[in-house]
């Protein structure tokens, strides 16, 4: 049992994720003690096994300087380094990018990530690399004049046994999607007024899988975009087709015709045993023969997800999944990192299997390295990248990161803005997030829908008007 005694709740929450980094299997504990409190400065006190260990910062102190003090503790006491060093955020490369953005030096970026904020060689690469593809991306833009546009279609074929989105398995909810998209048309068309003064840069159709709506269905969300969302400015159009098992000739043929310039094919894996464990009813021909289609019909833009760390895979099934989506030759190809979340149907069976963190964990880091020399390799580069957190303490491994890699000119902008916060985004439709980004006061605000389909449905006046309200 480590135990961390702290002044206040200040940085509580940043000694917390350190915590569970270092020890996601050991047990770990936070006190707080406001009567610590004083203006001469922060007391720290750790506690392990028999060993304490103090620590007072006279003011003024700052969270890096809290951190890194836990982090050599943590450190010293546990035999390990953690990559990102004391970064326990979800977006790495913001700070090189910002200081990018501010004109600071390339060698004095990387020199903060090293000492200030003790990241890993190899991560202050990775960072940096996004950092500068992000910066050549973004220049130039009027970030406070721009806004980009999601959708959120809540509907999948199936639910993957991993997956915690607010998605719902189409087949029991077809008495409720034309409802779903009357209400979706209202929020459009009256959230539309808001950015009539703004460049709509990139339009992103995500969920959920927005094809597993019906033919019919998919071609009237696409119309109702046409009607309602101006695309005269728009630099990019992404459509999350997602699962083969959702794609039709007719969904490709209407993305086509209504101008969609960017799809994904997600395989996960290139494993049939790993994809009916999943709950994903394809199989692996029916991947390539979707893709084949898709640029049989012109698209030249697609996308592949897949997924380091799925359950009972090895490193070498890993690399057969690597080289099988790269003989396709993808555009981009994403890499998640698998964290079992909370509500998944994977983490219910873990439980009930008496909670035990799987081996298979161990091959994550050598995955993520695999995947990053594989795709750099074969002329793919990094663009963005974020990391997810371990809240249920499912894994072993505190290297949570998911990062994209592209060919030159096929990176996603709006993958780098939802991620970066430069531009605001409007979110549209059930669990959508809004988020309203004013870069001259360095803040952001968000503004969320309800996730329940039938809630969005029946609440949709309320959506609007707290749309209305908060946007400015």
Known sequence: MIEIDISGKEFSYDIKALAMAFYPEKEWNIVEHPEWETTEGYLLCCHMENEDKKAFFPR?????????????????????????????????????????MQGE????????????????????????????????????????NCVNIYIGIPFCPTICAYCSFSSYPVERYRDKTDKYLDALEKEM??????????????????????????EEQFERLLQMIDTWIPKEELKEYTVEAGRPDSITE??????????????SINPQSMKQH????????????????????????????????????????TLEDFQRTLREAESLKPDSITVHTLVIKRASRMRKEQLEQGDAIHEEDRYIEDMQKEAEHFCREHGYEPY????????????????????????PGKECLYNIFIMEELQSILALGSGAS??????EENRMERVENVKSVEDYISRIDEMIKRKMESWR
């Not at 004095?108 to 990530?113: F, M, S, T, V």
């Not at 015709?257 to 799809?263: F, K, M, N, T, W």
């Open 60 to 100: 003024p102190y700052t969270k890096n300087q809290i951190k890194k003090q836990v982090y050599r503790w943590f450190q010293e006491y546990s035999g390990k380094e953690l990559p990102w060093g004391i970064l326990t955020g979800i977006r790495p490369a913001k700070i090189p990018l910002r200081l990018k």
């Open 105 to 144: 030096e390339t060698a004095k970026i990387r020199e903060i990530l090293k000492e200030e904020y003790l990241c890993r060689e190899d991560k202050v690469q990775l960072a940096m690399d996004v950092a500068q593809r992000e910066y050549e991306l973004t220049k130039g833009m009027e970030h406070k």
């Open 189 to 214: 068309k009256e959230s539309m007024k808001l950015v009539q003064d703004r460049q709509i840069v990139s339009l992103y159709l995500g969920g959920g899988t927005p094809t597993s709506l019906s």
């Open 250 to 263: 007719g969904k490709l043929r209407s993305m086509k015709a209504h101008g969609v310039s960017r799809i």
């Open 274 to 313: 790993t994809l009916e464990r999943l709950g994903r009813r394809h199989t692996i021909e029916d991947i390539r023969e979707k893709y084949l289609l898709a640029r049989k019909l012109g698209f030249d833009n697609i996308n592949m997800d897949l997924i380091a760390g799925l359950p009972e895979e």
């Open 384 to 407: 963005y990248m974020y990391r997810q957190k371990n809240k249920a303490h499912t894994t072993r491994n505190t290297n949570q990161e998911n990062v994209a890699y592209a060919k």
């Open 434 to 439: 809004t988020k309203l980004v004013f870069p």
